[in-house]
Each structure stands twice: as structure tokens, then as C-alpha cells.
């Protein structure tokens, strides 16, 4: 999605410093970037199409001068990418230039009207509208800060805003509704961003906007108004803990190979959950009468994973479900008995909101997992767990995702302790605390396997991938890293599915993975090994390392080390993330910037 990022500093030039926060952004969107900055009393604008070092190669970023600056990387939602489209945009004098995160739902009815009144517009974009609306009301006579303020009264719809006036050269605008935006604030400069890893080389001192609020920022100063009234608002400065080491790659080439290796220390940060949070969600989950679980993505993957755990482990039956479609399948039996259960890394998709935003109408008891402490989801959360994952940068989930099943699994047997039906978690808790050195062993042992594998499926032109219980979230989850990141078409079933449809794809040599762990679907997915090789199909076959019988029938075998059932999704999605990353690799792709997708995905 897009991400925006000003800068206000004592001393320039600010393009280098908006180039560093930019690339840190860049897991948010990039199909085009740019710049402004206001220099000699003009605004100076670069922007260009591609990602951020291409555009950077022909416009030269580092180049441009001022102080005062705002900068974009975008992800296209109105109009396709082209320089005219890129942001910033700027209104008919050239004055004034905006860069936006998020989607402007009246833009249209806006455009029309200012049209009328002789604007010409150049872009596609509905963030052009915004820069000619307060051109519109500066028009009238208002100065920058009531002028954005009564334009930002006709807009309906998402957005973080950072905006520039050559008039009055000092000061850059920021205004948040629905779209993350937080303040960085320090000695040397104030800073604005999406994401306070834009300005982590700065300070860590941040302010959180409120949706319906403005900042205005100077080298020297910071100041909040709430639009509604125009009044001043005061917010406390937070200090984060995030350190410039956390966002960089680690010697790693890159951050998605990264964040796979450090899963094993992600995994043992998410086994010191807190106490207390632990407490209160399964107090309000055991009180409810529903509970649905609720993702996008890899997000829904740990749903359904959870959903498993839940059941299996503390006798509760919840719902998986994925947030585009809940409203419409299940918004109308949410109730004050209910809890719905928000799973989101990022705590900003705008499918997951959404869902918060009309649970809480509905009197639903809303709970949210996430990374992102600061994130919007856990501001409209009655309670919420942080998965303790540190950043994840690169677009594909991994460590979030092995996370946010540790979540549910703590959670699960929490709230088995709490019902009585387990008399002690130690046997649970045991198992939980050998993960983090059986994920080490594990991507140490699979590392030389899973490169042949991927050399071998790099041409496929299709690969399925089976799983039974709570490994066909496993089998759905390494789909979705595969295809997302090499591009292979791929599709993920139960395995006991795949006899009602799917295997009439299966032809001579077809690829077909199979998550089979020494557990209660064992013996099953044996049949449903044989059925695919009695058809021609390749029957790859992650299984325990002891299972001969699993090994003999398999074309090709990657022996795992024994696991409880509830635990084994969060230890053979591993290797499955290792072949996807090692697949696109092979065939050429960046895995950390996949084409059309974005990091947190901001629009419905
Ligand atoms: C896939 C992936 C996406 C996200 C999805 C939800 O690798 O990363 O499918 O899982 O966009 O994102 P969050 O968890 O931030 O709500």
C-alpha cells in the first residue's frame, strides 16, 4: 500500500534523509515514488515510475534541496502508474503538494465540482483533488492551516496526508483519518510518517495521530488540532523500542530469507507472551457464545490453524473466516455474546478494520492479535496480543505467521486451563518451549533438501500442495508463499478434497507436496498419496523423519523431527517458506518486492 514520509530538519539537504525513510517504506508499495521539498520559496518536485532505486537512478533523489520535504511510494488504487500519476500532486499554481496514503471516496463528486470552477486537473489520481480543494479554499483568503482544515471537511474516505505550500516554506501539514500516521519528534528535525521505521535513524520518540486530526511540524516545532472544532490538541510523546539494526537485512540477501532464519528466535519472543493479556482474552472468549477468527492471507492461514487448536486442545468451537467475505456471511449473528477475534501482523488491512469497525457496533467483543502494537486494529480492540515478532519487512508473512499460531495455541490451552478440561498446561507448555531449537535443527536440516526441490519445481507449471487437520492450513499456507513470490500457479486442498475435483489436473509428473505428519490424518493421507501416484502424479512428502512406510511411498521424502499435532503447522511451514524463497530465487524474482502486492494492503 502507499506510504508517505515528510521530514522537517534545521539544516538540509532533506532529499537524502526522504530516500533513506522511503527505502525503509518500501515494503508498503512501489510502483512509484516521489519527492517535494520547497527550496527558494518553489516547490521542487521529483517522481518517477518503478521502484524506489530505479526512479532514484533517473531522478536522482539525493538531489533534491530545502529543508522541508514530503515523499511517497505508491501502490496504485486510482490510476495506473505513470509519473503523472505518482505522487506528489500538486494543484493549478504549482504551490501546494500533497502526498496520500489511503482512498478519497467523494473525489469524484469534488473533481466535478472544482472543475466547474476552472481547475484543470492532469492525473488520474484522487489525491490531486485534494491539493486543488485547498488551493480552492486558500483562494478565499484562508491561510495553509485553515485552509487544510476546511478542505479536509468535504472529504469522505481514508487518509494519511503530508502537505506542502511554497507560500509558507517552514511547515509541512499532516492530517490522518483511517490511514496510519504517526510524528517523529527530535533535536534535530520532526518527522511524519506512515511507519515509524522511516525516521527509527532519527528517534524514537513518536506521537500517534487520531483518525480526525492535524499536526503541523517545523524544524522546531509540533502542533496537534482536532479538525472537528479547530481547537489544540495535546498527545503524549511515546518512546519505542526500535532500533535501526531491527530494520536492516542482517547480512542476509534478503529480508524475507532473514526473517525465516530468525524464526526461531520469534518463536521464543512469543513464548514470553504477557501473562495478564493471555488473562483477559480467554476470559472474554470462554464467556462467549460465538467466537469467529478472522484474517486476510496468512492471517486467515493461522485462522483456520487456530481454529483447530481452539477445538482440539480446549474443547471451543470457533469459526474461521476471511475478512472481505465476513460481513456479508456472518455480520448479522454478531451480538453483544460474541467475540470476534481479528488476527493482522500489520493491524492496518483495511478488510480487517473494516470488520472491527462494524463488530463494534454490533456490541461483539473485539479482540485483536497483531505485531504492531502501535497499529490502528488494536486501538479498536477491547483486548489484544502482540506476537512479539519484531518488524517483518519483506512482503511475504513468515515469522508473523508462525507467531500468530503460537498465539492461539498459548490461547488455547489457556483456555483449556480456565475450563478445567486440562487439570495442568505442563505437557502443552513442554512441547512449546522445545520449538525454538526444533525450528533451529529444522531449517538447518532442510536448508540442502529444499534447494533441490526448488531447482527441481522451478519450471512446474503448476504445483499442488495436500494436507490433512490442521496441516491443510500448512498446505494452504505454503501455496501461498509459493505463488506469490515465484509465480508458479499453485493450489492448496484437504487433502481429502483433492479425490471431489482436483485430481483430474494430476497428469504424468504433476508436482503434489503433501504435509504428513505422524499424526491422527496419518494413515488417511497415505491413501491419498497412493490415489496421486496411481495417476502419474510425484507425491513429495514432508513427513516424520521415522515414518518408513511414509518414505517408501513417497517419490520424494523430507524426513521432520517428531511434534505434537497442535504444534507441527508452526514447524512444516518452514521448509515450505525455504522453497518458496529459494524457488524465486532460482527463477530470477526479488522475494521481498512481489509484483501487484503490498506489505498491508490499506484499501477495502
Ligand atoms: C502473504 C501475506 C498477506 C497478508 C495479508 C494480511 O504472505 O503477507 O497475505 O497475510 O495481506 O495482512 P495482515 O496480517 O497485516 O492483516
Redesign the pocket.
Known sequence: MCRIFAAALAEGPVGPVLKAGLKRLEYGGYDSSGMAAVDQGKLQIKKGVGKLDEVDKSVKFDELPGCIGIAHNRWATHGYPSVTNAHPQVDCTGKIAVVHNGVIENFFEIKERLAENGHEFKSRTDTEVIAHLIEDYIKKGMDFLNGTINAMKDLRGSYALAILYSAEPNTVILVKNESPLMLGISDEGNYAASDAVAFVDHTNRIIHLEDGELAVITPKSYKIYRISDGESVNHEIETVDISVSDVDKGGYRHYMLKEIMEQPVAISYALNLQAQYLDVVSELVRRSRITYLI?????YHSCMAGSYMLSQISGMPTIPAVASEFIQQFGKTLNPDSTTIL????G??AD?LKVASYARLKASTVISITNVVSSTITRLSRAYIVQQAGPEIG???TK?YTTQLLVYYQLAVELARKSGSITEANSYMKGLHELPRLAEKVLEDVSEPVNRLAAELKDANHIFFLGRGINTATAYEGR??ML?ISYIPSSAFSAGESKHGPIALIENNSPVIFVAPDDTSRKVIMGNIMEIKARGGKAIVFGDENDSELKQASDEFIGMPQIDEMLSPIIYILPLQLLAYNTAILKGYDPDKPRNLAK??TVL
Do not use: D, M, N
Not at 484474517?295 to 492471517?299: P, Q, R
Not at 488476527?343 to 500489520?346: D, H, L, M, P, V
Open positions: 484474517g486476510a492471507g496468512s492471517s488476527a493482522s501482523q500489520s492496518e488491512t480487517v512482503v511475504a508473512a508473523t501461498l508463499k506469490e498491508s494492503v
